[in-house]
């Protein structure tokens, strides 16, 4: 299952025009605020009709303005997720959940039932509760599950996080994650997060002031994502525990890396986000620093950011790595397309694949 899309809309002075295909697993558009992320989202989930193109999933055609096609809203079987969860207050979370049943028609989609939903999502022990007893994460995994159990063929998810504050993030990011792994349909999610994005995308659309300007797997596209906050997403695994220091180490394309000790079992696969404004290079191998992680790699391009500051983009044995130096730092050590250089790692977020 599939949803491409191929639109052209102006309001005012703003023109959005976005050309992409998003497969099975999560889509993040990602862009500044302004940039027509919900505008666009509002178009694929029918509450705008575009002055020109067509919208499509799995083939079958949502929006198709040469032809006359536009079907509303509600028989376009996508699952909305909102910034609030929007549940209704009246009803338990059991007869929220059951709720999204009464959209359930029709063949294809994710392939869930009541029970299913409410192991995917953790929620057996909420279910006779009200939604003003829930927290922000409870109530939001509450509106994913109503969501899913209208077995939609897509789900659409308009910064689902942004009103929750860090723990309750923390709390149903894993979920959002089972959810892009098991529900086997496409998940269009709205962020202005390069940590969400890292973490959580498949594939990466970033826009910018209404224009589509680059799309791919998160690895290569999420160091373009963001000039003032870049960097790089490296695929890992478990290697190792050492009990001692309470370290894991982590193997990677790129090499191995140590970082403060997961709860994950030796094989697992990890995320691991490394911002460029804490990488460091050096000509030479360091030494007798504090820093536990130092990766070998060659310069690919220097692009400048700033009239004081350039981004680096590395080659560590084919996995990309970014960091951000002053143009004086650059100057002084004769930095160079070509040239071997060692990348000192400051600071590594991980995460669950």
């Known amino acids: 299952m599939s949803l491409d899309v191929d639109v052209d809309h102006r309001r005012g002075d703003f023109r959005l025009k976005a050309r992409f295909t998003a497969a099975p697993g999560l889509t993040a558009l990602f862009g500044r605020s302004g940039s027509g992320k919900t505008s666009l989202v509002s178009i694929v989930g029918g509450l705008i009709r575009p002055d020109r193109g067509r919208v499509a999933v799995d083939g079958q055609a949502l929006v198709d303005t040469e032809r006359g096609v536009f079907v509303p809203a509600h028989r376009r079987r996508i699952g909305y997720v909102f910034q609030d969860s929007r549940l209704f207050p009246h009803l338990s979370v059991r007869r929220n959940l059951l709720y999204g049943r009464w959209f359930a028609r029709g063949g294809g989609g994710a392939s869930v039932d009541l029970g299913g939903v409410v192991d995917l999502l953790g929620i057996g022990h909420l279910l006779e509760r009200d939604p003003d007893s829930l927290s922000g994460g409870e109530k939001q995994r509450v509106a994913i599950g109503r969501a899913l159990l209208a077995k939609p063929r897509l789900v659409l998810m308009d910064e689902p996080l942004a009103s ?38 498949t594939t990466v659309v970033i826009m910018t002031e209404g224009t589509v300007t680059a799309v791919g797997p998160v690895q290569d596209i999420l160091p373009l994502a963001d000039a003032t906050d870049g960097g790089a997403v490296l695929d890992a695994k478990v290697s190792r525990h050492d009990e001692t220091f309470h370290l894991s180490v ?6 191995e890396l140590q970082v403060p000790g997961l709860d994950a079992p030796v094989g697992a696969p990890v995320r691991v986000y490394i911002r460029s404004r804490d990488v460091m290079l050096s000509l030479q191998r360091p030494e007798h620093i504090s820093a536990l992680n130092v990766l070998s790699g060659k310069i690919v391009s220097i692009t400048p950011a700033t009239h004081a500051q350039a981004d680096i983009r590395l080659d560590c044995n084919g996995a990309v790595l970014m960091a951000r130096l002053t143009a004086k730092s650059v100057d002084r050590l004769a930095l160079a397309p070509g040239r071997a250089v060692y990348a000192v790692v400051k600071s590594v977020s991980f995460e669950r694949s």
């Open 250 to 255: 982590l193997e990677s394309a790129a090499g």
């Open 164 to 201: 929750l504050d860090e723990a309750r993030r923390a709390e149903i990011l894993p979920y959002i994650e089972r959810l892009r792994d098991e529900a086997g349909i496409p998940i269009l999610y709205v962020s202005h997060s390069v940590a969400e994005v890292a973490r959580l995308a």
